[in-house]
């Protein structure tokens, strides 16, 4: 887990002010892969004590945008944040818990498949969901 000191040169090498909300945020998504933002404002007040909904969703943005973290969302889901970026790797769904886990790219590098036709793009990112039930749901189905 990577320390405070961590965080505040991830902020500074995309030229972010280091603020406490943003190492807060930082810290909360690094801690809990694919959380909601809902999660993340609960984890962010544990550590800061009051911070506003709008404060949050003004920080994942800036940390999004800067390319700290990665905005996911599933179809059906909510919006879910998260600290792996830059490898293009996609995600598994349960069907019905919704938990959500990495998948890595099955072959190469980004955008790792191969379009049936680009229709003049440059595609440099491919975005896949699988589907299935979790090994949780699945036992409890049987």
Known sequence: MPTTADFEQLLR??????TRPRVAVLSAVHANAHADTESVIGMVRADLGEVSHQAVYDVLRALTEAG??????????????EARVGDNHHHVVCRSCGAIEDVDCAVGE????????AH???IDEAEVVYWGRCPACSTAAN
């Open 13 to 18: 090498g995309v030229q972010l002010r280091i």
């Open 68 to 81: 700290l973290l990665r905005r996911i969302q599933p179809p059906g889901s909510v919006a879910r944040y």
């Open 110 to 117: 980004a955008p790792c498949l191969t379009a049936s036709e």
């Open 120 to 122: 003049g793009f440059v």
